[in-house]
């Protein structure tokens, strides 16, 4: 008799157990949907569109990090958007189209730019010394 009643003990403990298990699972899986909810919600999501002057990222720049160095060279002007976040962009100073993945972009906030501007550009020498 002491067998099984000991032996209905335990089942009644392994079945509220599992309800345990089974709750703790839920309650995991609706805080992970309510993070990513909120995570998702303050994702910008950028489109381009052709004509619009975006900004690249240079991901070789972190192999020679300058700490005053920017990691995004531009304006660029994007010529033609394909599926799967493609994009052709083109520099004022070329006429070559480059074909970049839209991750490496974001949109740029400057002055516009002519077809037919010059850029000026600007090299930085070291102060001379006596020796020069």
Do not use: C
Not at 33 to 51: L, Q, T
């Amino acid at each position: 008799m002491g067998f099984e009643k000991a032996g209905a003990e335990r089942k009644l403990q392994l079945a509220e157990l599992e309800t345990l298990r089974l709750e703790a699972y839920d309650n995991s899986r609706l805080y992970k949907e309510k993070v990513k909810a909120v995570h998702d919600k303050h994702i910008k999501r950028s489109e381009f569109r052709p004509g619009d002057l975006v900004l690249l990222y240079n991901s070789r720049l972190r192999l020679m990090p300058g700490k005053l160095r920017s990691r995004w060279e531009g304006p660029y002007k994007v010529k033609k958007a394909e599926p799967n976040r493609v994009f052709h962009l083109s520099h004022p100073s070329s006429s070559n189209l480059i074909k970049v993945n839209g991750h490496r972009l974001k949109l740029y906030h400057g002055e516009k730019m002519n077809e037919n501007k010059e850029l000026e550009v600007f090299l930085l020498k070291d102060p001379a010394t006596e020796a020069d």
